[in-house]
C-alpha cells in the first residue's frame, strides 16, 4: 500500500503564494508519478501537475502553467506544489495522488490518494 499525507493548506488574499507538500510512504513502484488535483464545491476533481519520481519529468495543466511549479524532494520521500499568484477560483481541496503507470494528467490512472488540504483564496 502507498501512504499520502498532504500539508499547506491554509487561506490567502489573491495574489498571495502557498506552498503544499505531499508525504509519500509505503510501496514504491518503478516508473510512477506523483500528480496534484484539486476538486471545489459542486464542481468535478481536476488535474493541476504531476512529477515524474525517477526522472523529474514534469507535466502542467494550463490553468496552472506559469503560475504553480511541482518539485520533489527524493531523501524527503515528498512532493512539493508551490503556488505563486493564488486566484479565488484556485480556492479548493487539493489531493496529491500516486500513478504506478507514470505521468498522466486523467485521476483514472492515480490508484492512491491522500486526504487533502483545503486552500482557500480570498479576493
Known amino acids: 500500500q502507498v501512504q499520502l499525507v498532504e500539508s499547506g493548506g491554509g487561506s490567502v488574499p489573491a495574489g498571495g503564494s502557498l506552498r503544499l507538500s505531499c508525504a509519500v510512504s509505503g510501496r514504491t513502484f518503478s516508473n510512477y508519478a506523483v500528480g496534484w488535483f484539486r476538486q471545489a464545491p459542486g464542481k468535478e476533481r481536476e488535474f493541476v501537475a504531476a512529477?515524474?519520481?525517477?526522472?523529474?519529468?514534469?507535466y502542467y495543466d494550463n490553468a496552472a502553467l506559469g503560475r504553480f511549479a511541482i518539485s520533489r524532494d527524493s531523501a524527503r520521500n515528498t512532493v512539493y506544489l508551490q503556488m505563486n499568484s493564488l486566484k479565488p477560483e484556485d480556492t479548493a481541496v487539493y489531493y496529491c495522488?500516486?500513478?504506478?503507470?507514470?505521468?498522466?494528467?486523467?485521476?483514472?490512472?492515480?490508484?492512491?490518494w491522500g486526504q487533502g488540504t483545503q486552500v482557500t483564496v480570498s479576493s
Open positions: 495522488a500516486v500513478s504506478p503507470k507514470g505521468i498522466a494528467g486523467t485521476a483514472d490512472y492515480y490508484d492512491y
Open positions: 512529477i515524474s519520481w525517477s526522472g523529474g519529468g514534469t
